[in-house]
Structures are given as structure tokens and as C-alpha cells.
């Protein structure tokens, strides 16, 4: 059983290494331990690390980039528009709205279970309900199939039906939907 008091966040940067890391997903692996320093330094994505704050085994990480939620993710503009006024009924119309992509998420096998990654999406979450520093309205991710229940459970909803059948499916979480819980 992993102490959560013991846990620690660390973001990576362009020079530093994860030595070991096994969620089970070679693609997932690979991501963390030979090319996240490469995503940072040329600022396509922000890796961060949970680890234990003594040995310092990594239990899970999670990448975050920029996105947007747009008219051409969606197969029709009249979906789009559905989409567009269940959230901004009266604002003005834009092509695209903004939000945070989690490019990558995995949690070690040796920990499986035990709600590290619940704890990475909570972070998350409550990072921009609490310091929303650039106007971002939306939490993307492309979720793998085998992902979809978890995701599902933190409150992520499938942008289309489009990719219902896919391999990934794009998912989003409304970050407006917390100020209904305050």
C-alpha cells in the first residue's frame, strides 16, 4: 500500500531522466523514460512525475500540452453548434475553445489500484479550477479503449460518436461543471 503522504509531484525538465518506470504499455514506457525531456525542450508537452519522496519510484506520470476543442472535430457544423450551445448558449461563437490536453497518463503496475491515477486527474482538475491562468475552459484527452470506463468515472465525456469504435476516443471534461459543486 503506497503512503499518499509520501508522494511527491515533480515536473520534468529538458535534462532530467526517469531510469525506471512500467505501466504496462511499451508506448506509455517508452513516452517517459527516453522522450519526455525532447517534448519539453522544444515545448510540445510538460511532463510531470508522482514519486515517492525517499526512493523515489515513479508510480505514475501524466503529460500536459495546450489544445482546443474545435469545429473540425466534429463531423458536421450543425454538431459543432449542438456542442457550441449546450456550453455558450448566449457568448459569442468562435471556431475553437480552449483547453488542456493530457497527451499522456500511466501509472506503474506495481500500484494498479490504488487511485494514483484518480489522484493525477484530481490534480489536474483542481490546478486550473484553482489557477486558471489562461482562460481554458475544457480538459481533453484521447483515451485508449481499455481507458474509457476510468475516465468516464472522473467525469470525461465523449466529444462525438464519431470514434466510438476507435482504437482512442476523445474525451473532454468540462472544467465549468466544478463552480455548479462549490
Known amino acids: 500500500m503506497i503512503d499518499k503522504d509520501a508522494i511527491q509531484l515533480r515536473r520534468l525538465g529538458e535534462t532530467d531522466t526517469v531510469s ?7 508506448d506509455l514506457n517508452d513516452f517517459i ?3 519526455a525531456p525532447l517534448y519539453f525542450k522544444v515545448r510540445l508537452a510538460t511532463s510531470y512525475v508522482l514519486e515517492d519522496k525517499v526512493s523515489g519510484e515513479v508510480y505514475g506520470y501524466f ?4 489544445d ?15 456542442f457550441r450551445k449546450q456550453f455558450f ?14 497527451c499522456r497518463l500511466a501509472t506503474s503496475v506495481s500500484c494498479h489500484g490504488e487511485g494514483i491515477g484518480a489522484m493525477i486527474v ?13 482562460g481554458c475552459r475544457f480538459i ?6 481499455g481507458a474509457l470506463s476510468f475516465y468516464y468515472k472522473m467525469g ?3 466529444l462525438t460518436k464519431e470514434d466510438e469504435d476507435a482504437a482512442t476516443r476523445l474525451l473532454y471534461f468540462d472544467l465549468e461543471s466544478l463552480q455548479d459543486n462549490e
Not at 448558449?89 to 493530457?102: N, R, T, V
Not at 481533453?140 to 479503449?145: E, K, N, S
Open 122 to 134: 484530481n490534480m489536474i482538475v483542481g490546478s486550473y479550477k484553482n489557477d486558471n491562468k489562461a
Open 68 to 82: 482546443r476543442i474545435s469545429l473540425t472535430d466534429f463531423p458536421s457544423n450543425s454538431a459543432y453548434n449542438r
Open 156 to 158: 470525461f465525456m465523449p
Open 63 to 66: 503529460s500536459l500540452a495546450h
Open 140 to 145: 481533453t484527452v484521447d483515451a485508449y479503449a
Open 33 to 35: 523514460l527516453t522522450d
Open 20 to 26: 525506471h518506470f512500467d505501466c504496462g504499455d511499451e
Open 89 to 102: 448558449a448566449q457568448g459569442k461563437m468562435f471556431k475553437s475553445y480552449p483547453a488542456l490536453k493530457i
